[in-house]
């Protein structure tokens, strides 16, 4: 009679917490039988780092604390909590510590009636899904170390001290200077109610007023400078500085996902952040004068991210850092190259495909480029766009970054054309698509401008955006081809190392892993009409669009900037023992926290692959 109270007292216990509040009641009534209650006083461990688990752990009463690899506080659980469900369903042994800090009574659910009851019960698997993304998330922030970086973790809108100082379209110059020596500005924004017009600077004051023998009495508008650049304000500031430094203008207006102005910021605003940073490597690129001077500068890129690796800088962070800097080459070959040749023709645009046009490019990524020229280029004009594309792709070899063995750059006539025939080879990837042209084709769907006229680049954009979403074979075909780089897992959830070559017995991070979550993305942002290209941002979209789930998205975010992360920080260790720098991971030299979760991020990958070839199915390919 008494273990019938006993175990009716576990039953009415588990229907007050979750998951087991949400089981039938046949399914509860059931369950403390199979339970098992195990006491464990004050300091004991119920789960042992680097030791397996076989149970889950329900705290009955009590409380414990959960610390990671690193001797990390990661959580802690008081009575109804649930401990030990990641080593059952991702494997052993443990990478964490239980550790009870009171004296604990837990009830012990074997693995295989843990198992069953998950699969039997989708919002049981689902709660305990649940703690395994969180977990992840955990890892990822885990793997970074706090060590400054100000200006690549700080947004624009946390160093805005004050609102901004305005003056209406009607104002005269004499006004407006008066404005700004009273707040003790160097510069002001002009409103037209509740539009921003303009911006004047004290530099505009000299130049256009006062140099110029004008009347202060005009009105402002007349030496302002018209719908100015603005930025974001929840940019990060070292992006926010590297656009100022690229346009070489001092003071950028900020606006609020609205457009409405919500500050001003000037580049020694951004420069006190920091005297150390990333941000003097594009600054340095911009004063040089020759190729061998640009080389110079980019040499001491890989010691940058190598630095980067050791603060507190997320794989996306070191990405957007190395992909600026490689525009800024890009950039400053282009205006040598310009500055022999003569002004163009007619007008272009340069444009970064691959890696950099996603913001994701990383330590030995080859070139990959482009140009969209504008319809009324002539044949004999055409020889001066071939003139550039040399003289910046052999620039680009010079400063390090090596040909495309794909021969994607604008040295080939194919990719160095006008904006009406790409409209052309865009419409026949996507509306008679053939397999092998879409291996060589994928690339190109993720493109951004660099350089010259963007709006060429647009154009271009608005067809492909408007034409994506309808293609359905299109849209299969590159589905199909994503497969191809499913992530590295084999039989037992063992990695799959390369078997032969230099490489052999070590691990394709980026074939398998990276980009397996780019052309998923990929293939899910063209579907919805997104018009983005950076993965996180395709993810965001596609999320969005309805085409992923919101779990989905978030895991696939997570899972991007694990494996990424791995990636650098093995590029790192490169750098710092002056090795070539490369994508190939030896597993030996992964720890268990870092090979655990790589397991968890590529089954993820695959998983969402399995689910991309559903959604859209190659069996109706012809």
């Not at 890892?139 to 160093?159: N, P």
Request: aromatic fraction near 6%; include cysteine; proline fraction near 5%.
């Amino acid at each position: 009679m008494g273990l019938e109270v006993e175990l009716a007292e576990i039953r009415d216990f588990l229907a007050e917490h979750e998951p087991f509040d949400t089981l039938p009641d046949a399914v509860l009534d059931a369950l403390p039988a199979q339970l098992s209650v195990e006491y464990f006083r004050r300091g004991s461990r119920l789960i042992a780092k680097g030791r397996d688990n076989h149970h889950l752990y329900v705290l009955r009463s009590g409380a414990v604390e959960i610390v990671d690899a690193h001797g990390t506080l990661v959580d802690r659980g008081g009575a109804g909590s649930c401990h030990g469900s990641i080593t059952l369903t991702q494997g052993n042994p443990s990478t964490f510590d239980v550790t009870a800090i009171e004296d604990t009574l837990a009830l012990l659910l074997p693995a295989e009636a843990f198992r069953r009851l998950c699969a039997e019960h989708p919002r049981v698997d689902a709660f305990f899904d649940a703690q395994r993304r969180h977990r992840m998330r955990t890892a990822v922030a885990e793997l970074q170390v706090t060590d400054g970086g100000a200006i690549l973790k700080t947004r624009v809108r946390d160093i805005i001290d004050r609102e901004p100082i305005v003056v209406p379209c009607t104002a005269s110059v004499r006004e407006a200077a008066q404005v700004m020596s009273e707040h003790r500005v160097s510069s002001l924004l002009v409103m037209d109610g509740e539009r921003l017009a303009g911006i004047v600077t004290d530099r505009d004051l000299r130049t256009r007023v006062v140099a110029a023998g004008l009347d202060t009495a005009v009105a402002v508008t007349e030496v302002m400078t018209p719908d100015p650049v603005t930025g974001r304000e929840d940019a990060l500031a070292f992006q926010v500085l590297l656009e100022m430094v690229g346009r070489t203008i001092h003071h950028l207006p900020l606006v609020d996902a609205a457009g409405a102005p919500v500050g001003l910021v000037s580049t020694t605003d951004l420069l006190r952040l920091e005297q150390s940073n990333p941000v003097y490597l594009a600054g340095d690129i911009a004063k040089q004068d020759t190729v061998e001077g640009i080389a110079r500068i980019v040499d001491r890129l890989p010691r940058v991210v190598e630095a980067l690796v050791r603060q507190d800088a997320t794989a996306d962070d070191v990405g957007r850092v190395v992909t600026s800097v490689g525009d800024a080459v890009e950039q400053r070959l282009i205006v040598l190259a310009e500055t022999d040749l003569g002004p163009p023709p007619v007008p272009y645009c340069w444009v970064a495909l691959g890696s950099r046009a996603r913001l994701e490019q990383a330590l030995a990524a080859d070139q990959d480029t482009a140009m969209v020229i504008d319809d009324s280029v002539t044949d004999e004009q055409m020889e001066w766009f071939e003139r550039l594309a040399t003289r910046v792709v052999d620039g680009l070899e010079a400063c390090g970054y090596p040909r495309c063995r794909g021969n994607a750059m604008a040295t080939n006539p194919r990719w160095r054309r006008p904006l009406s025939e790409w409209r052309e080879e865009f419409a026949r990837w996507m509306r008679r698509p053939e397999p092998e042209a879409l291996l060589t084709a994928s690339i190109f769907f993720d493109m951004r401008p660099v350089s010259g006229d963007s709006s060429l680049h647009a154009g271009l954009q608005d067809f492909v955006v408007q034409t994506a979403p309808g293609a359905g074979i299109f849209l299969a075909h590159l589905a199909a081809h994503a497969s191809r780089n499913e992530p590295p897992l084999g039989f037992f959830r063992n990695f799959v190392l390369e078997k032969h070559g230099e490489h052999r017995d070590t691990l394709d991070i980026k074939k398998g892993g990276i980009l397996g979550i780019v052309e998923l993305a990929r293939v899910h942002g063209l579907a919805v009409g997104s018009r983005s290209v950076n993965t996180l941002a395709r993810l965001d979209d596609a999320r969005e669009g309805g085409a992923i789930s919101h779990e989905l998205a978030d895991d696939l975010r997570d899972a991007f900037e694990f494996i990424g992360y791995v990636r650098l920080r093995h590029q790192a260790e490169q750098v710092r023992a002056g090795r070539p720098v490369d994508n190939h991971v030896a597993p030996d030299s992964l720890s268990s926290f870092e090979k655990r979760h790589l397991r968890e991020a590529f089954g993820i990958v695959r998983s969402a692959h399995h689910a991309l070839g559903q959604r859209y199915p190659v069996r109706y390919l012809s």
